[in-house]
């Protein structure tokens, strides 16, 4: 069974810094593109960025560019997103996201989100 | 970035009824599209994608159609379990990007 666990969320000042991790089993993480999508507090999908399996072509939105990092280790089967700098507007649960391996782009399986706040 | 814009954003409706909803791309984006649902408190779940073609184990009920801009998700006929939230995504390009998502609700 594909489960994608988030951890490292939680409440954190205007300008400071948090990294979220993402543990992965039930399938061969290192063949499989991974992103970021987040969802602030009743508003729609916002994906964030993509990492490549291999982890050579990376891809950001431009709201996190210069301020977030992707990474990821496959031999600990783990996602991780290093954010920087952080703003009220990052408010949101973070997903960990799985490509689909027929169709590159598409969302196949989620993890259940950690949540971030960003507040003084 | 490649805007989406769903219509309605709100749709009531009763179970058994044919439920349509609108997603059109800001340019033209082939058949690079996929629409998920979500139900409050959880993860979206992947219904179709290339446009029409539908994930496997989701109900045959749901179908999806459109090519270019203008695109549609039909539920034929509405369950209990269908109230949610749906949402377009293109993966034309980067940034990928979701529509505004489009609530059905109980009528």
């Known amino acids: 069974e594909v489960q994608l666990v988030e951890s490292g969320g939680g409440l954190v000042q205007p300008g400071g810094s948090l990294r979220l991790s993402c543990a992965a089993s039930g399938f061969t993480f290192s063949s499989y593109e991974m992103n970021w999508v987040r969802q602030a507090p009743g508003k729609g999908l916002e994906w964030v960025s993509y990492?490549?399996?291999?982890?050579?072509?990376?891809y950001y939105a431009d709201s996190v560019k210069g301020r977030f990092t992707i990474s990821r280790d496959n031999a600990k089967n783990s996602l991780y997103l290093q954010m920087n700098s952080l703003r009220a507007e990052d408010t949101a649960v973070y997903y960990c996201?799985?490509?689909?391996?027929?169709?590159?782009?598409?969302?196949?399986?989620w993890g259940q989100g950690t949540l971030v706040t960003v507040s003084s | 970035a490649i805007r989406m814009t769903q219509s309605p954003s709100l749709l009531s409706a009763s179970t058994g009824d044919r439920v349509t909803i609108t997603c059109r791309a800001s340019q033209g984006i082939s058949s690079y599209l996929a629409w998920y649902q979500q139900k409050p408190g959880k993860a979206p779940k992947l219904l179709i994608y290339?446009?029409?073609t539908l994930q496997s184990g989701v109900p045959s009920r749901f179908s999806g159609s459109g090519s270019g801009t203008d695109f549609t998700l039909t539920i034929s006929c509405l369950q209990s379990e269908d109230f949610a939230t749906y949402y377009c995504q293109q993966y034309y390009s980067y940034p990928r990007t979701f529509g505004q998502g489009t609530k059905v609700e109980i009528k």
């Open positions: 996201a799985r490509d689909f391996s027929m169709v590159r782009g598409v969302i196949d399986y």
């Open positions: 290339a446009a029409s």
């Open positions: 990492i490549s399996s291999s982890g050579s072509t990376i």
